[in-house]
């Protein structure tokens, strides 16, 4: 996926390997992941210098945590200040009921034209084409949303939509689709799409959002954001719709600075985003601008199921500021398309499970290294390796069998050699025979071990297990003694 | 059952029972204990190193400073609103000049086309300013509707140096914001920017490529 | 990330739990380490029943056979003297999940014991026998990888630099991405091989660019990944245990 130009191309979780492989094939790729996810690290390790980010690590976590161990109350409070604001909530069980919610307003409205700005679970339910046929064009205004529709993918990372493509090929599509000079001043690319997305803004019909935090405290949906088309969406068409997961409420005002810091810290290596939009209310009689109707839908979509598991619980803590997947060693190499899912990296592999069940994404949760460094950096410290390796248990069917699709990876054959593993190494005897007789054999031993030696030389057995060194150490050690006493 | 229904009713009835609330210790976002000199110094600090443009003046001679601003970036349209002191002053100031002064406070419907294309620059007031992380509040009113701040391609925005606080938490907390929100509150630092293109900064890609800060001091600086 | 660590005074006798990859592959690190634990007068206890961790099953989902490995190794320290164990992967899964993999149980409160007891051997050596080391090799620029485990599993990122400082004649190479992992990850390598190899061509290329000739390691399993994909090039790199490279040098 060098070029702008190839032919669409569609990714699925259930071919990580292949796209893996392709990816991994592709300099381009390879070097544009490299080189942003480089300077993502490093900016986020400059602006929390001066911070004690345990602390504020600790807080975050904790704030979420509250809100979780008080998600329904908050909700249905949610809900109720955001009625007596006039801002109208619905509720939906998954993407598709969301969908149709969305789609049911844009048609009471008679809308043809959608302006969106970023919402990752706009994404999740696949909302565009949902209303594309329904005869409605949506368009994403977000700048590395727009590219990336433009050139007809999906985003390859949540923060950073486009970061896969260089400025070359960036310059190709908005040439190609826009008719915009062919550049490499950003600049000029950057008021090319401020043009056209203007003459849109004025002619949406109806803004589409995402929330980041919605307060359950005073009703408010806030939107952190650096472009300002957020605030675009959400101020000039006449209907502004926000679309977000149950798990997004939070307690009360006062618990957003803290999760605003690390945020765009943990996101962008920003101190601060150019805009923090709170909002709270459609316009009011007598104010002279803002949506005439704001609507709140509140999507479950798999979410309430990983609630009811103590472990898998921390899965919802999660601000979706794309830390873990910049520093994710794995992300780096295969960029985000390759997982073939909305959410990318290690947060998609603990996430997507539960939206696609695991006999889709039964490559998710072993595409990881177990390096730890998504835990070290999550803002609210969601354990991501300990819930890959849950999912790992959930596939091979150790696990408590509540997640979709449980026991898929779950083989005769795999079975045995952990039964055989187990055998062996709860059977002292019988390992330190074994230990011996592989010394003995070293001669014998393949010098190609499937995949492993595609890279790397096989690691020889060595002729005398440590097991038997020691007991050789130890008997010319009582022999020293022996001999000075 | 109602999707309502059926999500409440699986949240309630959690397999692995009701979760314990932790309490939440604030102290790592509150008691910077900044200086009134530090927080100024740091507000500038960090507002300029996202492009925001800082322009110290007295209380008094504000307009002035404001002319100066039109006249140097060559803005002939101004919006603003009519009833804040800082539009009134504004418009006294400047109702002799040659800028155009664009009334800010009708129905955006009447006005759409030109304020998306005729118009050189929105001033506005603040209510304050954040000193940790370089940031103006604003909530947007009848007077001063939320899009002039994001709609022309300069914002000019009028701060007095003692409304700065320490924190955003600061903010909140000491002028009730959970009392009582405004349609729209807004934090802004900075001018609208972009990296969506290989990491490269740009701004100005929706919202306004200027922001200037006419910061007022109640006594002449030296 | 752990919590700060309150060590102990240095200690008569010591466990070591040598490690599977140790056992089969690299036995002469093992006695390495018990060398190097020897000679601070500490007597070391290596219980010959011993067999792997369990950490294989456990990271790849089968925790009924990695809870029956564990146990077995539960048993085998019933003395109260710390446990030494010469990676920071095994000393991880001992230290963090044993507790986790018998929270429940009527094993809990012996696997909480045994965690406790569990130092990775670098570990050990800088904050309890607090070693000093007289170097006696030729002048040298080595590069240190430092296993994720250790890193952050175990909050170690120090104490292997810190002995190799303590070394006169060796320079410590700095790398780029030093806490990049080198793509091992147990299972993960031969799951997602060709991933795993990216990784490892980009480590073996940053300890390369160091101009080292040399980088220790205190994980066999990086050590088996690193080493051999360097030999599999015909690079003139050699990987060593740190253990042995310690005794190598001052004995």
Redesign the interface.
């Known amino acids: 996926m060098s070029s702008a130009h190839e032919s669409v191309q569609t990714f699925t979780p259930r071919e990580f390997h292949r796209q893996a492989h392709d990816a991994l094939g592709n300099p381009q790729i390879r070097a544009n992941f490299r080189r942003a996810m480089d300077g993502l690290m490093a900016k986020r390790r400059d602006v929390f210098s001066d911070w004690d980010l345990e602390t504020l690590r600790e807080l975050g976590a904790n704030i979420r945590l509250r809100a979780l161990a008080k998600l329904p109350d908050l909700l249905e409070r949610l809900e109720a200040n955001c009625q007596a604001n006039g801002i109208q909530v619905h509720w939906a069980e998954n993407g598709d009921e969301a969908c149709r919610i969305i789609r049911g307003i844009c048609e009471r409205h008679e809308a043809k034209a959608v302006i969106k700005g970023k919402s990752m679970v706009s994404e999740e339910m696949h909302l565009n084409a949902h209303l594309e046929e329904a005869g409605i064009e949506a368009l994403e205004s977000d700048l590395g949303e727009y590219l990336v529709q433009l050139n007809e993918q999906t985003p390859s990372h949540i923060i950073m939509p486009a970061i896969h493509l260089n400025t070359d090929e960036i310059s190709k599509i908005l040439h190609d689709r826009t008719g915009t000079e062919r550049t490499r001043d950003v600049d000029i690319m950057t008021a090319a799409a401020r043009a056209q997305l203007r003459e849109r803004f004025m002619a949406a019909d109806v803004g589409i959002s995402g929330v980041n935090f919605a307060v359950a405290e005073t009703g408010t949906l806030c939107l952190v954001e650096n472009e300002g088309n957020g605030r675009m969406t959400t101020a000039v068409p006449p209907v502004h719709i926000a679309v977000t997961g149950i798990e997004k409420v939070v307690e009360q005002l006062r618990d957003v600075p803290p999760l605003y810091a690390l945020l765009t810290r943990s996101a962008t290596g920003q101190h601060v985003t150019t805009y923090f939009n709170m909002i709270s209310s459609p316009r009011k009689s007598g104010e002279h601008d803002g949506p005439q109707e704001v609507h709140l839908v509140l999507v479950d979509s798999g979410r309430s199921n990983i609630y009811q598991d103590d472990e898998l619980l921390d899965t919802l803590r999660c601000i979706r500021c794309g830390a873990c997947m910049n520093h994710c060693p794995v992300y780096t190499r295969v960029g985000g398309h390759t997982y073939g899912t909305t959410y990318p990296g290690p947060i998609g592999s603990i996430l997507m499970p539960h939206m696609m069940g695991l006999e889709e994404t039964k490559d998710l949760p072993t595409a990881s290294s177990l390096c730890g460094a998504c835990g070290e950096v999550c803002p609210v410290k969601i354990p991501i390796p300990d819930l890959l390796v849950r999912l790992r248990r959930e596939s091979v069917g150790e696990g408590r069998g509540n997640v979709p699709g449980a026991g898929v990876k779950r083989t005769k054959t795999e079975v045995a050699a952990w039964k055989g593993f187990q055998w062996l190494a709860t059977h002292p005897a019988a390992w330190r025979s074994g230990m011996a007789l592989a010394g003995k054999l070293q001669a014998l031993m393949p010098s190609r071990l499937g995949p492993w030696t595609e890279y790397r030389t096989a690691p020889k057995p060595a002729k005398v297990s440590l097991h038997a060194l020691v007991k050789r150490h130890q008997a010319n050690k009582a022999d020293e003694n022996e001999e000075t006493r | 059952m109602?999707?309502?229904d059926?999500?409440?009713k699986?949240?309630?009835e959690?397999?692995?029972g009701?979760?314990?609330?932790?309490?939440?210790?604030?102290?790592?976002?509150t008691g910077r204990d900044w200086s009134q000199e530090e927080r100024l110094a740091r507000f500038e600090r960090?507002i300029t190193s996202?492009h925001g443009e800082v322009i110290h003046t007295s209380h008094d001679g504000w307009t002035k400073a404001l002319a100066e601003v039109l006249e140097a970036k060559g803005i002939r349209r101004l919006a603003l609103g009519r009833e804040h002191p800082v539009a009134a002053e504004a418009r006294a100031a400047l109702a002799e000049g040659d800028v155009s002064l664009i009334d800010?406070?009708?129905?955006?419907e009447s006005w759409?086309?030109e304020q998306?294309h005729d118009t050189d620059a929105g001033l506005t007031s603040t209510r304050g300013a954040i000193a940790?992380?370089?940031?103006l509040w604003l909530w947007p009113t009848?007077d001063e509707?939320?899009?002039l701040s994001?709609v022309p391609p300069i914002h000019v925005a009028v701060l007095d140096a003692d409304t700065i606080e320490d924190?955003?938490?600061d903010v909140?907390?000491a002028h009730g914001?959970?009392g009582g929100?405004?349609?729209?509150?807004?934090?802004?630092?900075?001018?609208?920017?972009?990296?969506?293109?290989?990491?490269?900064l740009?701004y100005?890609?929706?919202?306004?490529r200027e922001l200037v800060v006419l910061l007022r001091h109640a006594e002449e600086r030296p | 990330m752990t919590s700060v660590k309150l060590y102990p005074p240095k200690p008569e006798k010591v466990y070591l739990f040598g490690t599977c990859l140790i056992d089969l592959f690299y036995p002469q690190a093992g006695l390495d380490a018990i060398r190097l634990l020897e000679r601070e007068g500490i007597e070391v206890l290596y219980p010959q029943d011993q067999t792997c961790c369990g950490q294989p099953a456990y990271t790849s989902g089968y925790h009924d056979e990695a809870r029956a490995v564990a146990a077995a190794q539960l048993d085998l320290f019933s003395e109260p003297w710390p446990i030494v164990v010469p990676s920071g992967s095994c000393g991880g899964m001992m230290r963090i999940h044993y507790p986790q993999l018998f929270a429940g149980t009527d094993r809990e409160t012996l696997a909480g014991e045994v965690a406790g007891r569990i130092y990775e051997l670098t570990e050990f050596l800088v904050h309890v026998c607090h070693l000093r080391l007289e170097d006696q090799g030729p002048s040298e620029r080595v590069a240190m990888h430092t296993s994720c485990s250790a890193r952050r599993e175990m909050g170690l990122a120090e104490t292997g630099p810190a002995l190799l400082a303590r070394m006169g004649q060796v320079e410590l190479a700095e790398q780029a991405r030093a806490a990049e992992c080198c793509g091992f990850g147990g299972t993960f390598a031969v799951r997602h091989p060709e991933v795993s190899a990216a990784m490892v061509e980009d480590k073996t290329q940053a300890i390369a660019a160091t101009g080292a000739t040399r980088f220790v390691t205190s994980d066999c399993g990086c050590l088996m990944n690193i080493a051999g994909r360097f030999e599999q090039q015909d690079k003139a790199i050699k990987g060593e245990h740190i253990a042995s490279y310690l005794w190598r040098r001052t004995s």
């Not at chain 2, 800010?104 to 955006?108: F, K, M």
């Open positions: 109602t999707a309502r059926n999500i409440l699986r949240l309630r959690r397999t692995d009701p979760l314990a609330a932790p309490e939440s210790d604030f102290a790592v976002v960090l996202v800010a406070d009708r129905d955006v759409r086309h998306f940790e992380t370089g940031s009848p509707p939320r899009l994001l924190t955003f938490f909140i907390e914001w959970a929100m405004p349609t729209n509150a807004l934090l802004i630092s900075g001018p609208s920017k972009t990296a969506d293109i290989e990491q490269t740009a100005g890609v929706h919202g306004p």
